[in-house]
């Protein structure tokens, strides 16, 4: 789950990193208010999607009068697809120089891995481009953590910056990672400011999703996912599904299974119309994947395609044809079925469709691409 | 990672609805479960099996060493249950369990690596010795899904595993070893991993990769790929998802695009490994690499 700004920023405070002072605002009049306050300011859009400057969405203001200007205008825009609802209003701070940091899950060490650069300001991507040698790459042990003597090590020496107050603010980032769970947090730019202290200016934090349960305190400042009312429906009932734009209706199980059954409709010239997989421990979940696939209007022929490993397909089967008479599909279906619990599934079908699964998945996939041609 | 037929296995968690499922199917087809654990009904039976507290009693208890743990406990056991047994000198170590929060899995990991034990998962549906034994959730028993033979199989997913496996068996082909290596970001056993474990195993005679878009471990694979004489083949899925919408920004960037579909083909491409675009023809195709 996505953090934005406003919601990633005092999770660095909590740490002891320095950020400058604002307040959120949802309208005109509230941005002028905060701006009366704290002074000169930075309008930013609150968005969960980089690139906000570029699209026009943060603004200097130099006083509430300009803020409201500034809000009233940000407000209306859409970034990315993303309406603005809010804007953070905050402290203007002199720039003397941008870095960039963030900690990381790095699948390939199989552990925390710091990155750093002094040069910031710009994306990571064009960091990583443009100044390949100056990112620095850390792989932490998450089980020792961060020790000074590595950060001392790693982290090259930088005129005009105040090391130990460089290295103490990396130390603390990496707490703020750890102490929330985070897949990544990111400080870009970190900015040293003429006095040489160090301060976030900006912050993404992405929560890992399977440890929300444990983060309570978090709930409810996280930006939910944007959501279609079926992808909606999906996620309530505890299965994955993704709306697409093709014709072709997905019903599977496993991620692995279920991207492959989209890849063949594509191979054999269809369109999917979405993705949904009733895997894992969601696969007695048959009945409801059923009827969200087919509320999608768009689908026009229906694919089910088991094959099972955890995922019973005599479980999986036996809820889809529970819900046959209730659903009353419209649309024709066509099935491809194996693996565990398959004699039990295809008798099932038999039984009460009168039906037989196709051999293989590829001859049930050519035939509903065939059925919407 | 392959367990031989004359290895232990411990279930964590044995007494659960999927283990029991599991462990009973694990036992008739041959795996050497010794036992399970669940603290709250430790010196209890379950499955005509003895039930343990910890990894450590069950060690205690059992003649010799185990020599691998199947883990199907809930996400936020399965940390201190691993750990558990780690300490009890388990070096085999299978995790079925989905949703664990990674910052735990990057801990039991770094200890494994210390205690030089293999970690399979999380989130595997398992490995499959055909004609000897199964740890996991894979439909090992199914005569058209699984038989012994030569091919090893390498899949992040079970249920794409399975029907890659039954593509195999159906046209005559049987496995030397199925090793799911799980769909989690951060695993203990990645496809390169498994790849040196087939490259070395004398009754794999070529291999059929099954990856994934997203991470960069079939490029890494394809890295050790070029050393390898044994024929590969390979299919990636995601070619036609949507971008992925969990990966994190700067997680992509230092990836480059090496999660995107394209990047991994050209790599195992580059690396001389046959890249398929669709797994239907897997069959076919290793057919003529091997007698080529």
């Known amino acids: 789950m996505n953090f934005e700004e406003h919601a990633a920023k005092p999770l660095l405070r909590a740490a002891g990193i320095a950020v400058p002072d604002s307040g959120l605002a949802r309208t005109a009049d509230e941005a002028a208010e905060i701006a009366r306050k704290i002074g000169p300011c930075v309008v930013k859009a609150q968005v969960p999607t980089g690139k906000r400057g570029k699209a026009g969405g943060i603004a200097l203001a130099a006083s509430p009068e300009d803020a409201a200007g500034e809000a009233a205008r940000i407000l209306g825009m859409e970034i990315a697809g993303f309406p603005v609802r809010s804007v953070l209003v905050e402290a203007q701070v002199p720039i003397a120089k941008e870095l960039y940091a963030a900690v990381l899950n790095d699948s390939d060490t199989k552990g925390p891995l710091l990155l750093f650069s002094a040069e910031g300001g710009m994306d990571i991507e064009e960091i990583a481009a443009n100044h390949p040698d100056a990112l620095v790459r850390l792989p932490i042990d998450i089980r020792a953590g961060l020790s000074r003597e590595r950060l001392e090590d790693a982290v090259p020496a930088i005129d005009g910056v105040d090391r130990a107050a460089l290295l103490d603010v990396l130390a603390k980032l990496y707490e703020a990672y750890a102490s929330n769970d985070a897949e990544l947090m990111e400080i870009n730019p970190l900015i040293v400011i003429e006095s040489g202290d160090v301060v976030a200016l900006d912050c993404k934090f992405t929560l890992d999703d399977s440890a929300v349960c444990r983060h309570e305190e978090l709930a409810g400042s996280g930006t939910p996912d944007k959501l279609t009312e079926l992808e909606q429906r999906g996620q309530e009932i505890g299965f994955k599904y993704i709306e697409l734009d093709g014709n072709v209706g997905v019903l599977s199980n496993g991620a692995g299974l279920t991207m492959t059954t989209m890849d063949a409709i594509s191979h054999y010239g269809g369109e999917p119309a979405n993705f949904l997989e009733i895997g894992g421990n969601a696969f007695t979940l048959g009945k409801q994947a059923l009827e969200v696939v087919l509320d999608n209007p768009r689908v026009e022929s229906l694919l089910i395609n088991f094959c099972g490993a955890i995922a019973r397909t005599d479980v999986m089967t036996g809820g889809v044809l529970e819900a046959w008479d209730e659903v009353d599909p419209k649309v024709p279906v066509f099935w491809a079925i194996s693996g565990t619990g398959e004699d039990e599934a295809r008798a099932m079908l038999k039984d009460k469709l009168g039906v037989e699964p196709y051999p293989t998945m590829d001859d049930a996939v050519k035939a509903a691409v065939e059925a919407v041609r | ?292």
């Open chain 2, 1 to 292: 990672m392959i367990v031989r037929g004359n290895e232990t296995v411990l279930v964590h968690g044995i007494t659960g609805t999927q283990a029991t499922f599991w462990s009973d199917k694990m036992k008739e087809y041959g795996t050497k479960v010794v036992g399970g654990l669940n603290p709250k009904k430790a010196g209890t039976e379950h499955l005509g099996l003895p039930v343990w507290a910890s990894a450590k009693d069950a060690v205690a208890a059992s003649d010799g060493a185990i020599d691998c743990s199947c883990v199907i406990v809930p996400p936020a056991a399965v940390k201190p249950s691993v750990m558990d047994a780690l300490d009890a000198g388990i070096k085999k170590i299978v995790i079925l369990t989905e949703h664990i929060p990674v910052h735990d899995t990057m801990y039991f990991l770094s200890a494994a690596r210390e205690a030089h034990a293999s970690v399979i998962g999380p989130n595997t549906a398992g490995i499959v010795t055909p004609g000897e034994c199964f740890v996991g959730f894979m439909p090992a028993f199914n005569e058209r899904v699984f038989k012994p033979g030569n091919i090893g199989v390498i899949s992040r997913s079970g249920s794409l595993g399975t029907l890659v496996c039954l593509n195999l068996v159906q046209a005559g082909f049987g496995i030397s070893a199925f090793v799911g290596i799980g769909g989690d970001p951060v695993i203990g056993t990645t496809t390169k991993d498994a790849l040196k474990c087939l490259d070395e195993d004398p009754t794999t005679e070529a291999v059929a990769m099954v990856g994934e878009i997203g991470g960069g471990m079939e490029e890494a694979a394809a890295e050790y790929a070029k050393t390898m004489t044994k024929p590969i083949v390979s299919f990636i899925a995601g070619a036609a998802s949507p971008p992925g919408k969990k990966m994190g920004h700067a997680g992509a960037i230092v990836m480059g695009d090496k999660g995107s579909y394209a990047g991994k083909k050209d790599a195992l491409e580059a690396a001389g490994v046959t890249v398929l675009s669709t797994p239907s023809t897997l069959p076919d195709v290793l057919k003529e690499h091997l007698s080529a």
